[in-house]
């Protein structure tokens, strides 16, 4: 089955072309020549993701997928949530000057819990064309200093529950089977195989 993932994250798209195996052809936007860079306006995940598929579908006519994550800090409301690629402001996606931003507002807070939150939004053409939503989340701790060399985003500074390492020391094959958009992309594949 061909399917695009509204992305042109090479790191998202290699992690679902991972969790999702060869059971699918995963497009990304770059491979069907959609060069734009799809706006998120909602103010939530669900609201994001599905304007991104939305957006593909509509100019594509294409089955397609598309996903928002945020990272959720109890201490902090909920912050950066929505927001967490763009939390420390400024052009594009800038990691690093996020973590500096986040662990500077956590200052030394003993309140260190957080989750991570990914909502995919599918809207799949069979007989009908139908839209669902899949949800992945992962609780854990944002640590005191940047830890690890993998991953991406926030990963550094993210301890998930039950280890005593940050996703970016865990390595991706760990992160790959526990992460919130591991949890999210496992119901989304549930939800294909039965679609077959």
Request: hydrophobic share 35%; with cysteine; proline share 3%.
């Amino acid at each position: 089955m061909k399917i695009v993932f509204a992305t042109n994250n090479m790191h998202k798209l290699s992690e679902i072309r991972d969790i999702l195996g060869n059971n699918y052809e995963i497009l990304s936007l770059a491979d069907i020549s959609c060069n734009i860079d799809i706006p998120e306006t909602s103010d939530t995940l669900e609201g994001n993701a599905m304007q991104k598929a939305q957006y593909v579908y509509n100019h594509y006519h294409l089955s397609c997928f598309a996903d928002d994550t945020g990272l959720e800090v109890d201490a902090l409301g909920g912050e950066p949530g929505v927001y967490s690629a763009r939390y420390a402001g400024g052009v594009g996606h800038d990691s690093e000057a996020n973590m500096t931003k986040l662990l500077a507002k956590l200052g030394d807070n003993p309140n260190r819990k957080a989750r991570f939150r990914t909502v995919i939004s599918l809207i799949l053409i069979d007989e009908t064309t139908h839209t669902e939503l899949f949800e992945g989340a992962v609780e854990g701790v944002i640590t005191n200093e940047r830890r690890g060399d993998e991953g991406f985003g926030y990963d550094p500074i993210f301890q998930p529950d039950g280890y005593d390492k940050t996703f970016a020391e865990l390595g991706n094959d760990i992160k790959n089977t526990i992460s919130h958009r591991a949890r999210a992309v496992k119901k989304l594949a549930q939800y294909l195989e039965n679609k077959k």
